[in-house]
């Protein structure tokens, strides 16, 4: 396989031509969804050197890999439920993630686990961290440090003094999870696989008792054509039942949503160096560094309603604020919330009643020839999940290559080492701040070349965003080009973070964004105009949601917003 040089690139050109490979190639894997395990699974196929095309009927990771924790990490509370084999897993994966796969997406970032009890929760905690350090194998973060409540309050001046009698600090890693997923599945592009977006698979064909392909309908335009594929991977998370409906058979296993809400805080509102756990009565609570913001979350409860645009309420955003404020001198209000946003775990159905407690561990199975579903998990394990996938298209393949995914660098992830280290003549070469580089090459990393290669004819695009300065005007370009964004949400939402990282929630870059994508998307003033406004719908309906108390009120909120992606239909969970 001869790669081209640009085919790691999801533009509007890219996309007319992968319709066309859709229609008229014969696949050997066609994966449904592209979030980050069917990303993962595009990834694993394509660099077995399978015939492989990815379709997602949204945006890349606009389902629940782009509303995670954006941690990838063993986690501690699996140790108390004495699920050791899926902790090593998750830090082996950390592991690879941070020193092979993606050094440039991935960082380590450190936490602080209160005491609360003198004499025995000192040695309980150490004795756990301490299978955490070693567990996984080689590990490139420290190891656990025993603090004082002293020590412990010089890193985390917020907490209450009264609220702990020590601490152990210690060590996961963090990522933007949107970017992560996008960048996953660009990368199976570049190795070959036909990836495209507003794609929705609308139907499952079958010959004889075998599945063989789907029909896919292009989102924009609802054109439909069968593509034809040996094997259907139905990585679809929280949708996984609907396709398996779908397919005409019974799955071999239910998957359930289980809702986590975040909310997002301004830097300067928690004084501290250190992210921080905190145990609540049902599961854990996070309080995590994210850039000039702080990360809160999560929740933890049942959902029966809309997939795709899950609601968080008012009661949602209380209970984070309460646990929070347990332990914080100076309590944070509703006020202070800069973004939030709710997502969906895809948990497997039947084990218990309580979400919390339900398996992270995921399942594969091949409930027909020809379809392959993959559900369950978490974020830290979609490499894992992706190869258990492929590995059973194996039955209806032959004989395939092994999976070669934990040697394969994401792209950026190649010179990005040396570009960090060559951050101060790069700040030279463009006039931008040494902080601003460094930014970038966490986002990009040696992909940041292409990035600037767009900022040659018109140095406009090097100027900040006016309403959200963290982001440059070339980022809002690179996004469409390059990253395969369609749509104001994907730019706002996704590929930068404006919707949760700014107090307007994008609304004020809506203007800026359409500018810059129209002549790239060829929008006509109209399309423009109407882009703008449905994404001010979008987030009004959102903050109303927040407004009020139940799901079921809140989810009709949401919905009254209107879908920029049209004729999706709207799916809702099953108990």
Not at 104 to 126: D, I, T
Not at 534 to 544: D, Q
Not at 554 to 564: G, H, I, K, V
């Amino acid at each position: 396989m001869v790669m081209q040089p640009n085919s790691a690139r999801l533009g509007p050109e890219e996309r007319v031509q992968a319709w066309k490979d859709l229609q008229e190639r014969e696949f050997d894997v066609l994966v449904i969804g592209g979030g980050v395990t069917g990303s993962g699974a595009a990834l694993d196929a394509a660099t077995r050197g399978l015939r492989t095309a990815l379709v997602e009927s949204r945006d890349f990771a606009s389902g629940t890999s782009s509303r995670s924790s954006k941690l990838f990490h063993g986690g501690l509370r699996y140790l108390e439920q004495m699920n050791f084999g899926l902790v090593a897993e998750a830090l082996r994966e950390r592991e690879l993630m941070l020193t092979t796969i993606a050094p440039h997406l991935v960082h380590p970032v450190s936490f602080l686990y209160p005491l609360s009890h003198r004499g025995w929760e000192r040695p309980y905690v150490a004795t756990g961290l301490a299978m955490y350090d070693q567990m996984g194998g080689a590990r490139s973060v420290p190891r656990q440090k025993h603090l004082t409540r002293g020590g412990a309050l010089k890193l985390f001046p917020s907490l209450k003094s009264d609220s702990l009698v020590g601490a152990v600090r210690y060590y996961d890693a963090q990522a933007d999870d949107a970017r992560h997923t996008m960048t996953v599945a660009r990368t199976a592009a570049h190795y070959g696989a036909v990836v495209r977006s507003s794609t929705e698979v609308v139907e499952i064909v079958r010959e004889a008792d075998r599945v063989v392909g789907a029909v896919v309908r292009d989102v924009e335009t609802d054109e439909r054509i069968t593509v034809r594929a040996k094997v259907v991977v139905n990585a679809t998370g929280v949708w996984t039942d609907d396709v398996q409906r779908m397919s005409g058979g019974r799955g071999r296993f239910r998957v359930r949503a289980s809702k986590g809400v975040h909310i997002l805080v301004p830097r300067d509102r928690i004084a501290a160096e250190v992210g921080l756990i905190l145990r609540t009565e049902k599961s854990v609570l996070f309080v995590i560094p994210w850039g000039q913001q702080w990360l809160i979350g999560t929740t933890d409860t049942d959902w029966t309603l809309d997939l795709a645009h899950p609601a968080a309420t008012a009661s949602d955003i209380e209970y984070l604020l309460e646990h929070a404020n347990s332990v914080l001198a100076t309590p944070i209000t509703k006020d202070d919330i800069l973004g939030v946003y709710a997502g969906l775990r895809p948990l497997l159905a039947g084990e218990s009643e309580d979400t919390s407690q339900l398996s992270r561990e995921h399942a594969v199975a091949r409930p027909q020839p020809g379809l392959v579903s993959i559900a369950g998990g978490k974020y830290t394990t979609y490499r894992v999940m992706a190869k258990d996938a492929i590995d059973i298209a194996g039955r209806d393949l032959g004989e395939i290559k092994e999976s070669v995914t934990d040697r394969v660098p994401l792209l950026g992830a190649d010179g990005y080492a040396a570009m960090v280290n060559l951050t101060h003549e790069l700040s030279a070469q463009t006039g931008l701040p040494s902080w601003r580089i460094e930014h970038l090459l966490n986002r990009y990393g040696s992909k940041l070349d292409e990035l600037l290669a767009l900022t040659a004819e018109d140095e406009t695009l090097l100027e900040p965003v006016t309403s959200a300065e963290t982001y440059l005007r070339v980022e809002l370009k690179y996004a469409v080009t390059h990253e395969g964004a369609l749509h104001l949400a994907d730019v706002l939402a996704r590929r930068t973070r404006m919707s949760i990282e700014t107090k307007h929630r994008g609304v004020d870059a809506a203007e800026e964004t359409a500018d810059i994508m129209a002549p790239l998307l060829g929008w006509t003033e109209e399309q423009k105009r109407q882009e703008v406004e449905t994404y001010r719908e979008r987030v009004a309906a959102e903050r109303a949601s927040q407004e009020l108390d139940t799901d079921s009120e809140s989810d009709a909120a949401r919905l009254r917003a209107p879908e920029m992606r049209q004729g999706l239909r709207r799916v809702t969970a099953t108990k």
